[in-house]
C-alpha cells in the first residue's frame, strides 16, 4: 500500500511532516523555504524541496546500504519522503571535518583549521533557545538522551562521515561539517532521522573551494539554486554510475 | 626569606599579579573591584579584597589538608597571598549543585533545580570571546588541557565539593555552585590554582534562601559589603573553633 497524506503534525522551518492512514509512518514534505540565523534571515531557494528530497533519500539509501540505520523507508514523490515516525531526541550532533561557521566565531577559531579526528559538538534542539551549545553532561543531566543513546548518536555521526567523505570527494567537494538528528521509535531503538542535504552540512568545492551549501544563502554570495542543482547532478551521476 | 612584590605580570578584574624574587612564587594582590557580565558591570565592593583574600587563604589551606594540591603557599598580609607560578590553563570547571544563573538562561532550566550527581561544565577562559561554554571536544582538540590534565581537574572539582559541601551547610549556607581555575608548574603538574570566594560560586542562606555572593552585586540587591563579610565571618568561626 502506497502511503498518502493525511493530517499535518507539525511545519518546521523547512520541512512538514504528515502522518499517514499507518501510525509508524510519516511523511516529509520538503519545502522551497529557507532560512539561517535561528530563521532571522528568511528566503526561498528554487527547487529546493525537490532537490533537498532528492538528495536526502539517495544519500540515506546508501548509508543504509552501508548498516547504518536510518527513519528512511522510500521516496513518495517529488517532494514528499516517507519515513519512520520517532520520537525526536532533542540534540543535534554536529560533525566538523574543518572549523567554519558558528565555531570560528564563538572561539576564534581560523577558519579551515582542520580536525582529525573530527570535532564532535551537541546542540540544544531548541527555536526559543537559539539551538544552544551543549556538552555531554547537560544531555545526560537533563536526560535528553540516554548515555547508551548518546553513544550510539556518537559512533553513528562518526560513521556517516567515514562513509560519505569519500562519495563527496569522488564528486569533487569536501565534507566541511554537517548536523544530524535522531531518534527512538515505539521501542526505543534509535535511527538517523530528519535529513542530509546542504541545508545541514557544509561541501566546498574542491577545485574553487567555494562553498556550494547553505552559505551561500546565509553570506548572499549569489548562485545558491545552481548550488543546491549542482550538488544535487553530481550525485545523482555518481550514484547512477555505481547501480 | 618572606617574599616581597617585584613586578607587575598582570592586572585582572579582581587581583594584580606580581612576581617575586622566587621564579616559582608569585603574589596575588587582591582588589576591591568588582566585575559581572564580561566586565560590563562594575564597581567596588568595601573591603572584597581583604575578605577574599582571607576566605581563599583558608579554604585553600582546608583542602590542601584534605588533600587536594593548590596553588596556595600562604598569606603574606591582608590582600597578599604567595602562590606557586603557574601556567593557567584556559579551562574554567563549573561544577553545579543546583541551576542557578546562565545555565537557567541558556537552557530554560529552572532556578534551583538539584543535580545529583554535579552538573559539570566547562567555559574557555577568554575576555575576548566572554568565556563561552565549551565541551570536552573541544578542550582536548584545542589542546587546552590534556585528556589526563582534564581528568584530574574534574576528579578535583568534584572533591573540591565533597570536601566544602558540609563546611557551607556548617555555616547556614548552601554551595549551589562554583568555578575552579587550574594551573600547570615548571614540571607539568597540575594545582588548583586562583581563588575561592564569594566572586565565583554561589551561596545560598539556608534559612532564608537569600544569595550571599556575588549575585547580590550582579542583582542590586543590596547588602553585597555585609554578605561578603558575613561569609568571610562564619567561615572565620567555623575554622578558629577546629583548630
Redesign the interface.
Known sequence: MTQTRQDQIREGKSKILFSTKDPNQIIQYFKDDATAFNALKKGTIKNKGLINNRISSSLFQYLERKGIQTHFIKQLSEREMLVKKLEIIPVEVVIRNRAAGSLCK????EKGMS?DPA????F?K?D??GD???????IL??RWATAKELSLMVETSLKVNEVLRPVFKEIGLELIDFKLEFGRDAEGKVFLADEFTADGCRLWDLQTQEPMDKDRFRQDLGGVDEAYLEVSKRLQNYFEARL
Do not use: K, M
Open positions: 564563538r572561539l576564534a577559531i580536525f570535532l564532535v559538538e551537541y540544544y531548541s526559543a533557545l544552544p551549545l551543549i556538552s555531554e553532561g547537560h543531566h537533563f
